[in-house]
C-alpha cells in the first residue's frame, strides 16, 4: 500500500476508531514482528530505533514506526517529536514513519495504536516497531502490545534500588544499557547484571549500546530476532497475541465508558453509585441501539 | 473529536529553530498535535514527513533568505505527491516585498518577525476552517 493511502486510514482509525475493524478487515492477514521499545524520558529511545531501523533496512526489510508522545491534559495538544532523530529515512519507501499523540491514555500508548498496529502488520511491514511515551516506572501497556518488549536504560536514573521496584523493571525481554559511551553506563551495566540474576532472568537478555558509535546495536537486532523466533517456536507468541487481543478490547471498553461519562457531563450527580448506574444504563441503550461494535 | 495535526519543519540550512520550536509550542497549547522534523530539512524529507503524517497544515520557518526557492520546491513536491491540498504558511525572516511572490505560490499566509503567537494561532485556527468548509470536512 502506499504511504499516502495508508497515512490516510491510520488518521481514520485515530479519530473514529469504529472504522477500524471494517478498514484491517479489507486487508489479508499478515504477520509483523512488532517489537516494543520503552524506558524514561531522554534515554534515548527514538535514536536507538533510528539505528536499528538502520539493520533491518540492510536487510532490505520493510519496517513501520509508531512513536508516541504525550497530549497535553490541557490543551489537549501535543508536540511530536520523535521523528526528529529517525531524519535520515524519511525518504525510504520501506520505511514508514507515524507519530501519535496520546490522547488521555495512561499506560505509556495511545487508544488507538492497536488498530493501527493491526493495520500496519496488514500492510505486510516486516518489522513494527513501537516506541512508547518516556515512561515512569508503571506504564507497562506496551507489553500487551507488542510481542518482544525492550526497556532502553541509560546512566544517570538513579542507583540500584530503582532495579528492584516492580513494573516497568519487570516486563522487558531485553534491557538495553544506552549510551554506553558514557564512561558511567559501566556502573549501570554492572547493576543491571545483578538485578538479572535476582530476578531470574538471563545475561543473554542484556545489551549495551551508543546510538552516538553505534556499537552494540547489530548484537541488539540480532537478540531481537532471535528472541522473537524462539518465543515464535515455542509457543510464547501465539500467547501473547491472546493476551494482545484481550487488552485490545479493554481498551475499546475503557474508551466507551469514558465518552459515555463524557456525555453525562460534568458534576451532575452527587452519588458516585448513582452516577455508575446512569453511565451502565446509558452504555446498555447504546449498545442495544447500535448492535454489536457498534460506535456512541 | 477530530484533532488537528500541524506539522512545524525547517528547510534548508540555516541552523537557528528557536521561532520555530515558539511557535510550535504556542500552537501546542493551542490544541493542535504539532509534528516537528527538526533543522536542516530537504524540501523532499519534508514533503515525504508530511505524507506519512497526514497533516491537516504545514508550517515552514525559513530565516536563510532563501524562502523562494524552498518554498516553491516544497510546494512543487507536495504537487507531485498528490497532496497540494495541505495549506502552507511561511514565516521567518521574509521582506515584505517577497510576500506578493510567496503568496502567489499558492502559501497561503506569511508571518514575518515580531508577529504576534496569538496571531499566528488565530491566523491558523482560519486557514484550518478555510480548508474544512472548502471540503465539507472530514
Given at each position: 500500500m502506499d504511504h499516502k493511502t495508508l497515512a490516510k486510514l491510520i488518521t481514520q482509525i485515530e479519530n473514529n476508531p469504529e472504522l477500524a475493524p471494517e478498514i484491517v478487515g479489507r486487508f489479508p492477514e499478515h504477520q509483523s514482528k512488532v517489537i516494543g521499545f520503552t524506558g524514561s524520558p531522554?534515554?534515548?529511545?527514538?535514536?536507538?530505533?533510528?539505528?536499528?531501523?538502520?539493520?533491518?533496512?540492510?536487510?532490505?526489510?520493510?519496517?513501520?514506526?509508531?512513536?508516541?508522545?504525550?497530549?497535553?491534559?490541557?490543551?489537549?495538544?501535543?508536540?511530536?517529536g520523535d521523528?526528529?532523530?529517525?531524519?535520515?529515512?524519511?525518504?525510504?519507501?520501506?520505511?514508514?514513519?507515524?507519530?501519535?499523540?496520546?490522547?488521555?491514555?495512561?499506560?505509556?500508548?495511545?487508544?488507538?495504536?492497536?488498530?493501527?498496529?493491526?493495520?500496519?502488520?496488514?500492510?505486510?511491514?516486516?518489522?513494527?516497531?513501537?516506541?512508547?511515551?518516556?515512561?515512569?516506572?508503571?506504564?507497562?501497556?506496551?507489553?500487551?502490545?507488542?510481542?518482544l518488549t525492550?526497556?532502553?536504560?541509560?546512566?544517570?536514573?538513579?542507583?540500584?534500588?530503582?532495579?528492584?521496584?516492580?513494573?516497568?523493571?519487570?516486563?522487558?525481554?531485553?534491557?538495553?544499557?544506552?549510551k554506553s559511551d558514557l564512561p558511567e553506563s559501566d556502573t549501570l551495566y554492572t547493576q543491571l547484571l545483578a538485578f538479572i540474576s535476582l530476578a531470574g532472568k538471563s545475561e543473554e537478555q542484556l545489551c549495551k549500546t551508543s546510538s552516538h558509535t553505534l556499537d552494540g546495536v547489530q548484537e541488539l537486532v540480532e537478540k531481537?530476532?532471535?528472541?522473537?523466533?524462539?518465543?515464535?517456536?515455542?509457543?510464547?507468541?501465539?500467547?501473547?497475541?491472546?493476551?494482545?487481543?484481550?487488552?485490545?478490547?479493554?481498551?475499546?471498553?475503557?474508551?466507551?465508558?469514558?465518552?459515555?461519562?463524557?456525555?453525562?457531563?460534568?458534576?451532575?450527580?452527587?452519588?458516585?453509585?448513582?452516577?455508575?448506574e446512569l453511565a451502565l444504563s446509558k452504555l446498555c441503550k447504546i449498545h442495544s441501539k447500535n448492535g454489536q461494535g457498534g460506535g456512541i | 473529536m477530530r484533532i488537528f495535526r500541524i506539522l512545524i519543519a525547517k528547510p534548508g540550512l540555516d541552523g537557528h529553530d528557536r521561532g520555530a520550536k515558539v511557535v510550535a509550542h504556542a500552537l501546542r497549547d493551542a490544541g493542535f498535535e504539532v509534528?516537528?522534523?527538526?533543522?536542516?530539512?530537504?524540501?523532499?524529507?519534508?514533503?515525504?514527513?508530511?505524507?506519512?503524517?497526514?497533516?491537516?497544515?504545514?508550517?515552514?520557518?525559513?530565516?536563510?533568505?532563501?524562502?523562494?526557492?524552498?518554498?516553491?520546491?516544497?510546494?512543487?513536491?507536495?504537487k507531485k505527491e498528490g497532496i497540494e491540498h495541505i495549506p502552507v504558511f511561511v514565516g521567518g525572516i521574509i521582506p515584505p516585498d517577497d510576500v506578493p511572490q510567496l503568496l502567489q505560490m499558492g502559501v497561503k499566509r506569511v508571518f514575518g518577525p515580531?508577529?504576534?503567537?496569538?496571531?499566528?494561532?488565530?491566523?491558523?485556527?482560519?486557514?484550518?476552517?478555510?480548508?474544512?468548509?472548502?471540503?465539507?470536512?472530514?
Open positions: 531522554g534515554v534515548g529511545k527514538s535514536s536507538l530505533i533510528d539505528r536499528v531501523i538502520r539493520w533491518i533496512r540492510n536487510k532490505d526489510l520493510s519496517v513501520a514506526v509508531v512513536a508516541i508522545d504525550p497530549s497535553s491534559p490541557f490543551s489537549k495538544g501535543a508536540f511530536l521523528r526528529i532523530r529517525m531524519r535520515d529515512h524519511f525518504v525510504d519507501e520501506k520505511v514508514f514513519i507515524r507519530s501519535m499523540a496520546s490522547r488521555g491514555a495512561l499506560g505509556g500508548l495511545c487508544d488507538a495504536v492497536f488498530d493501527v498496529v493491526n493495520l500496519l502488520e496488514a500492510s505486510g511491514f516486516d518489522y513494527v516497531l513501537v516506541e512508547t511515551v518516556g515512561v515512569g516506572q508503571s506504564e507497562v501497556e506496551i507489553s500487551n502490545l507488542a510481542d525492550v526497556l532502553v536504560l541509560s546512566p544517570g536514573l538513579g542507583d540500584d534500588v530503582q532495579m528492584l521496584k516492580a513494573g516497568v523493571m519487570e516486563i522487558a525481554d531485553l534491557y538495553v544499557v544506552n531481537i530476532e532471535k528472541l522473537w523466533q524462539f518465543f515464535h517456536d515455542n509457543g510464547t507468541l501465539r500467547h501473547r497475541r491472546k493476551k494482545r487481543t484481550q487488552h485490545h478490547a479493554e481498551h475499546i471498553l475503557r474508551k466507551m465508558i469514558q465518552q459515555v461519562m463524557y456525555s453525562i457531563g460534568d458534576y451532575q450527580v452527587e452519588d458516585p453509585y448513582e452516577f455508575v | 509534528i516537528y522534523t527538526g533543522l536542516r530539512q530537504t524540501p523532499e524529507q519534508i514533503v515525504r514527513t508530511a505524507l506519512q503524517e497526514d497533516v491537516d497544515l504545514i508550517g515552514l520557518s525559513i530565516l536563510s533568505g532563501a524562502h523562494l526557492q524552498l518554498s516553491k520546491k516544497v510546494i512543487d513536491l507536495m515580531g508577529t504576534p503567537l496569538s496571531k499566528i494561532v488565530e491566523e491558523v485556527k482560519s486557514i484550518l476552517q478555510e480548508g474544512v468548509a472548502s471540503t465539507g470536512g472530514s
